[in-house]
C-alpha cells in the first residue's frame, strides 16, 4: 500500500515537474522574422520587462556598425541582423546570451541612391537604406535579403548555400523610395515579394509586380507570379511583407499594395481571390489578421479597413466588414491583441478598435513621433518612436499608460520579444531589455 502510494507521488511529481518544463519552454518563444512568430507584432511570452532606461532594465547593450532599420531575427541562442555598412551589406550572427558577435558576412555591395527624377529607377528616402528588409529563419537557415536586390540563405555556421539578385534576374527596381519587403518561409520555400511602379506610359521598360518562391536549402526557384492591378505610378509602389493565415481550413499568404488586398496558395503562388479598388497611393503599412479578417490601411493615411478572408476570385464590397476613417497609420501596422485592435499614426495618435466592428473604443496621443510597428505581448501594447521613447500601455478597451522607457538613440525598427527580453535594433545599437 505505501509502495503504491509512493510511487503514484512519484509519477505526480513526475508528471507536473514535465508540465512545468514544458510550459518554461513554450514560453521562451523565438522571434524569427519581421513581426514575429505570426508575423503579426504580436507573442505569447509573459513577464515580460515594464521599466528600463539607458542606465537600468538592460540585460546587455551592443555596438552596430551603422547602420539599417532592419529587425533582427532570432531562434535559440542566436541572433541575427542586417546592416549596411558604407557600401557594404552585411548579416552578423550574434550570442543571445551576451550579444558577442559570433561571425559577419557580406552578402552584396551597393550604393543607396539617393536622388533620381521620379518614375525612372529606384531611390532610398533618408530614413532608411538597403539594410530594411529583415532576415527570416527557421533554425536550419537564415535568409537575408536587401534593397539592392541581393537574396542569399546561410546556415548557422555561416555558409552561403546559395544566393540570387531579383534585379539582375527580374529587371530593375522601379520604386520610389527603395525596396524594403521583407522574406517569409513556408515550409520549404522562401518567398519574395515586390511591388512597385510599372512605368506604365513613361518608359519603353516595363517594371513588373511579382511573387517569386525559391526551395530554401537550393536556393532553386519553385514558382514565380505576376502581381498586376489597377494602380498607377506611385501607387502601385508597396513596402509591405506578406502575412500566412488559416482561415476555413486552407493557407492564405495575404499581400496588401497596389490598391489591392489580394490572397495566394502559398505552395503554388496562385491566386485565391482578390479586393481591388482600395486607393490611396503607396502603401507602407502592412496587414494585422485574425477573426477571419484582414485588417489593412489605404495607402497615405486613407481608410483602415476590415476585409473578410477566405473568399474566392474578385471580391466586391461586401468583403469588408468595416472602416475607419480618421487617424489611421501611414507606416506603422497595426498590430491584433484579443477582439481588440491597436494603431499608432505617424505624428503619435494611437487608437484602440473592437475588430469585428470597428467601434474605436479610445484615442489617445503617446509622445513622439512613429516609423516602428507596435508590438503586443502580456497584455500590454509597446509602442516605440523614432526617438528611444517606448511608450506601454494595457491592452485594453480603456486607456492605461504603465511606463515610458526612454534610451540615447535613433529607432525606427520594430521591437523584438523573445525568451523574457524586448530587443531594441537602434541606428547606433542593439539593446536587449531584460534579466540577464
Not at 496562385?270 to 482600395?278: A, P
Not at 513622439?368 to 500601455?393: E, I, N, Q
Amino acid at each position: 500500500m505505501f509502495v503504491r502510494a509512493l510511487k503514484s507521488t512519484v509519477e505526480l511529481a513526475s508528471v507536473l515537474m514535465l508540465t512545468l518544463l514544458l510550459a518554461e519552454f513554450a514560453s521562451a518563444e523565438n522571434w524569427p522574422q519581421w513581426r514575429g512568430p505570426a508575423g503579426d507584432s504580436t507573442s505569447r511570452e509573459q513577464n515580460l520587462p515594464l521599466n528600463w532606461s539607458e542606465t537600468s532594465g538592460l540585460a546587455w547593450k551592443v555596438e552596430l556598425p551603422e547602420w539599417g532599420t532592419s529587425t533582427p531575427a532570432i531562434w535559440g541562442d542566436t541572433i541575427f541582423v542586417t546592416t549596411q555598412v558604407d557600401d557594404r551589406l552585411v548579416l552578423s550572427k550574434l550570442n543571445r546570451a551576451d550579444g558577442k558577435l559570433l561571425w559577419e558576412r557580406e552578402v552584396g555591395t551597393s550604393d543607396t541612391r539617393r536622388d533620381a527624377e521620379k518614375r525612372s529607377g529606384q531611390k532610398f528616402h533618408l530614413l532608411h537604406n538597403n539594410a530594411s528588409p529583415s532576415p527570416v529563419t527557421d533554425g536550419q537557415v537564415v535568409i537575408a535579403h536587401f534593397g539592392n536586390g541581393d537574396l542569399a540563405a546561410y546556415n548557422f555556421a555561416g555558409e552561403q548555400l546559395w544566393k540570387h539578385n531579383l534585379q539582375k534576374e527580374f529587371g530593375e527596381y522601379s520604386i520610389w523610395w527603395g525596396h524594403a519587403n521583407s522574406p517569409v518561409l513556408n515550409g520549404e520555400l522562401v518567398i519574395n515579394v515586390c511591388m512597385q511602379d510599372s512605368l506604365e506610359g513613361v518608359s519603353d521598360r516595363r517594371a513588373p509586380s511579382y511573387l517569386v518562391a525559391y526551395d530554401k536549402q537550393t536556393g532553386k526557384q519553385v514558382w514565380k507570379t505576376m502581381r498586376s492591378t489597377q494602380a498607377e505610378a506611385e501607387q502601385c509602389d508597396s513596402y509591405t511583407t506578406p502575412i500566412l493565415y488559416n482561415t476555413h481550413g486552407r493557407i492564405e499568404m495575404l499581400v496588401m499594395g497596389g490598391n489591392q488586398i489580394d490572397a495566394y496558395d502559398p505552395t503554388t503562388g496562385k491566386q485565391l481571390w482578390f479586393l481591388s479598388g482600395i486607393t490611396g497611393g503607396r502603401t507602407i503599412t502592412g496587414p494585422a489578421v485574425g477573426h477571419d479578417m484582414v485588417f489593412v490601411t489605404q495607402g497615405m493615411r486613407g481608410n483602415l479597413l476590415a476585409v473578410k478572408t477566405g473568399g474566392q476570385g474578385a471580391v466586391d464590397e461586401k468583403a469588408v466588414a468595416w472602416k475607419h476613417d480618421s487617424n489611421t497609420p501611414d507606416t506603422c501596422c497595426p498590430v491584433l491583441w484579443g477582439h481588440l485592435l491597436f494603431t499608432v499614426a505617424d505624428n503619435g495618435i494611437a487608437m484602440c478598435l473592437d475588430a469585428y466592428t470597428g467601434h474605436m473604443h479610445w484615442k489617445e496621443r503617446v509622445p513622439g513621433k512613429y516609423k516602428a510597428s507596435p508590438v503586443a505581448a502580456d497584455g500590454r501594447v509597446y509602442f516605440l518612436s523614432m526617438s528611444g521613447l517606448c511608450t506601454v500601455v494595457s491592452a485594453g478597451d480603456r486607456f492605461e499608460k504603465l511606463a515610458e522607457n526612454q534610451i540615447d538613440d535613433e529607432t525606427t525598427a520594430s521591437p523584438a520579444i523573445s525568451d523574457g527580453r524586448i530587443y531594441l535594433r537602434a541606428r547606433k545599437h542593439l539593446y536587449a531589455v531584460g534579466k540577464m
